[in-house]
């Protein structure tokens, strides 16, 4: 084995600290992490909120059930709730939309009876559904979700609502405009004409009922980290430039440093967000990437969705519910893009999530807005954000009384070292780019030192892209791409010679 290569990983969230727990446990010891921020996790992150912990990042365990290796590893840490673990929960399958208790306010301040818009969300979820099944099918006959619902709402309104009043009818579309926004969020994209219609459906679910993490998402990467040898991971150490197919045969791949260190290393695995490649993939490379992995890192989608933690002294919402849905009554064209964003921002803002179980959390909701409008936000005080939910929930309830005590938000865009939330399946993309997302350099058809520079991070996972276990499977592939790149070199021949 070679086990005395040299590998340096770039980025500390859970991509790379997966893959430096697998090449030890292998092992590997020259193994070193380097990270930008002053912590580990990277878009887990676990803050505090009042006398709570929130999830200022990844909030819940998609599909909490033996094929998921979150879920696997967090129950073997004990990190979860019993509820979590029953098979019940298990065996449920909600493909990405857990049937929650749901109140529903509207923009005149009435709170309207769940069975008022269950024919929009019935129509809704039919939509998605076979939005998604395109990518089996192959063929792909509108470009995006959004030109697929809007050529299909109007005949199969026409056809499912024609005994329904006008007005009725009129607030079941304003429904959808706040089912698109809410979808908007669970992608990470400001608008579902940015989504590839095909492309959509390369994302697989798995089974289980969305869990969290009672003491915080973090308490994972901690319990991960703890199998790691101390000062495997140096903090406050921004890379600004690898070098790969380096002339010199003993020195693969020289790390640059911001600091002005040079690190030698034989393979290094980048593990940055997409939203971060994006950026920065010109500078970051040299030399540059080859021309069809920088076209996938262009033509796939990198959003922000953000969250408004919003705390009361008492609720007002049913004891059971566990998502307030807002909706607009001005909102029945399917315009649910903001035009004035600075005016008008909160109005991207779908609702909200109850966090549960009240004993623990007190009375805390969880506001979700995604795209443009959530980019602004994160540019405003924290005040005005206050001021702007204030107004918004005082406007659905028909209460002036309402008062928050406090807000907390997320402001992923612009993080330097994120670029915004998590990738998606754009417009004009296909699961070739995927593809080339993980593929290593230097490509197959070079005579170059192998496995140089590697690519791990939930942008770079073929079907789990955008989410944790998707950010864990592709480190742990990519730890496994080295180890059997070893084990496959026979004990008698030299490891130098094929370095």
Same mark, same amino acid.
């Given at each position: 084995?070679?086990?005395?290569?040299?590998?340096?990983?770039?980025?500390?969230?859970? &991509?790379?600290?997966?893959?430096?727990?697998?090449?030890?446990?292998?092992?590997?010891?020259?193994?070193?992490?380097?990270?930008?921020?002053?912590?580990?996790?990277?878009?887990?992150?676990?803050?505090?909120?009042?006398?709570?912990?929130?999830?200022?990042?990844?909030?819940?365990?998609?599909?909490?059930?033996?094929?998921?290796?979150?879920?696997?590893?967090?129950?073997?840490?004990?990190?979860?709730?019993?509820?979590?673990?029953?098979?019940?929960?298990?065996?449920?399958?909600?493909?990405?939309?857990?049937? !929650?208790?749901?109140?529903?306010?509207?923009?005149?301040?009435?709170?309207?009876?769940?069975?008022?818009?269950?024919?929009?969300?019935? #129509?809704?979820?039919?939509?998605?559904?076979?939005?998604?099944?395109?990518?089996?099918?192959?063929?792909?006959?509108?470009?995006?979700?959004?030109?697929?619902?809007?050529?299909?709402?109007?005949?199969?309104?026409?056809?499912?609502?024609?005994?329904?009043?006008?007005?009725?009818?009129?607030?079941?579309?304003?429904?959808?405009?706040?089912?698109?926004?809410?979808?908007?969020?669970?992608?990470?994209?400001?608008?579902?004409?940015?989504?590839?219609?095909?492309?959509?459906?390369?994302?697989?679910?798995?089974?289980?009922?969305?869990?969290?993490?009672?003491?915080?998402?973090?308490?994972?990467?901690?319990?991960?980290? &703890?199998?790691?040898?101390?000062?495997?991971?140096?903090?406050?150490?921004?890379?600004?430039?690898?070098? %790969?197919?380096?002339?010199?045969?003993?020195?693969?791949?020289?790390?640059?440093?911001?600091?002005? +260190?040079?690190?030698?290393?034989?393979?290094?695995?980048?593990?940055?967000?997409?939203?971060?490649?994006?950026?920065?993939?010109?500078?970051?490379?040299?030399?540059?990437?080859?021309?069809?992995?920088?076209?996938?890192?262009?033509?796939?989608?990198?959003?922000?969705?953000?969250?408004?933690?919003?705390?009361?002294?008492?609720?007002? !919402?049913?004891?059971?519910?566990?998502?307030?849905?807002?909706?607009?009554?001005?909102?029945?064209?399917? #315009?649910?893009?903001?035009?004035?964003?600075?005016?008008?921002?909160?109005?991207?803002?779908?609702?909200?999530?109850?966090?549960?179980?009240?004993?623990?959390?007190?009375?805390?909701?969880?506001?979700?807005?995604?795209?443009?409008?959530?980019?602004?936000?994160?540019?405003?005080?924290?005040?005005?954000?206050?001021?702007?939910?204030?107004?918004?929930?005082?406007?659905?309830?028909?209460?002036?009384?309402?008062?928050?005590?406090?807000?907390?938000?997320?402001? %992923?865009?612009?993080?330097? %070292?994120?670029?915004?939330?998590?990738?998606?399946?754009?417009?004009?993309?296909?699961?070739?780019?995927? +593809?080339?997302?993980?593929?290593?350099?230097?490509?197959?058809?070079?005579?170059?030192?192998?496995?140089?520079?590697?690519?791990?991070? +939930?942008?770079?996972?073929?079907?789990?892209?955008?989410?944790?276990?998707?950010? #864990?499977?592709?480190? !742990?592939?990519?730890?496994?791409?080295?180890?059997?790149?070893?084990?496959?070199?026979?004990?008698?021949?030299?490891?130098?010679?094929?370095?």
């Amino acid at each position: 084995m070679g086990t005395n290569a040299r590998i340096v990983i770039i980025g500390s969230g859970i &991509s790379g600290v997966a893959a430096a727990q697998r090449l030890h446990k292998a092992g590997f010891h020259n193994v070193r992490i380097l990270e930008a921020t002053a912590r580990s996790g990277g878009r887990v992150k676990t803050g505090r909120f009042g006398d709570n912990i929130v999830e200022i990042g990844a909030n819940w365990i998609h599909g909490p059930s033996e094929e998921n290796p979150v879920f696997c590893l967090a129950k073997q840490y004990g990190l979860l709730d019993p509820e979590a673990l029953t098979p019940e929960n298990q065996a449920m399958d909600v493909a990405n939309h857990p049937p !929650w208790v749901s109140n529903i306010f509207s923009s005149s301040g009435r709170k309207l009876n769940t069975e008022d818009v269950l024919p929009a969300q019935d #129509l809704f979820a039919e939509l998605m559904y076979e939005s998604s099944e395109f990518a089996s099918r192959g063929g792909e006959p509108w470009h995006s979700v959004e030109d697929f619902i809007r050529s299909e709402l109007p005949r199969r309104a026409a056809e499912k609502w024609k005994d329904i009043n006008a007005a009725t009818r009129c607030l079941q579309l304003c429904m959808i405009s706040t089912m698109l926004k809410a979808e908007c969020c669970v992608n990470g994209t400001h608008s579902l004409d940015d989504v590839g219609l095909g492309a959509c459906g390369l994302y697989k679910t798995l089974p289980g009922l969305d869990c969290t993490f009672p003491r915080g998402y973090e308490s994972l990467i901690k319990s991960l980290m &703890s199998e790691l040898p101390g000062g495997l991971v140096t903090y406050n150490h921004p890379v600004c430039s690898i070098h %790969w197919n380096t002339e010199k045969r003993e020195n693969a791949v020289m790390v640059e440093c911001d600091s002005g +260190e040079m690190i030698a290393a034989d393979h290094v695995i980048v593990t940055v967000p997409l939203g971060y490649l994006k950026k920065h993939h010109s500078t970051l490379f040299h030399p540059p990437l080859p021309l069809h992995k920088m076209h996938s890192i262009q033509r796939l989608g990198f959003g922000t969705n953000n969250k408004i933690f919003v705390e009361f002294d008492s609720p007002w !919402w049913d004891a059971d519910c566990e998502v307030i849905y807002l909706v607009w009554e001005d909102e029945d064209t399917m #315009l649910y893009q903001v035009p004035d964003v600075q005016r008008s921002w909160i109005k991207k803002l779908f609702g909200f999530t109850v966090l549960k179980p009240t004993e623990r959390y007190g009375h805390v909701l969880c506001g979700w807005i995604a795209g443009h409008e959530s980019e602004y936000m994160e540019t405003l005080p924290e005040q005005e954000v206050l001021h702007a939910v204030t107004q918004l929930i005082r406007r659905f309830t028909g209460n002036p009384t309402v008062t928050p005590k406090r807000v907390l938000r997320s402001q %992923w865009f612009h993080d330097p %070292w994120t670029c915004g939330s998590y990738s998606y399946p754009r417009k004009g993309c296909s699961a070739q780019d995927l +593809e080339n997302m993980m593929e290593p350099l230097p490509t197959k058809t070079s005579h170059s030192q192998p496995l140089q520079v590697l690519f791990a991070g +939930e942008a770079t996972h073929p079907c789990f892209f955008s989410t944790v276990h998707g950010a #864990l499977l592709t480190g !742990w592939r990519e730890a496994d791409r080295l180890i059997s790149h070893y084990s496959s070199i026979r004990p008698s021949e030299p490891i130098k010679s094929k370095l």
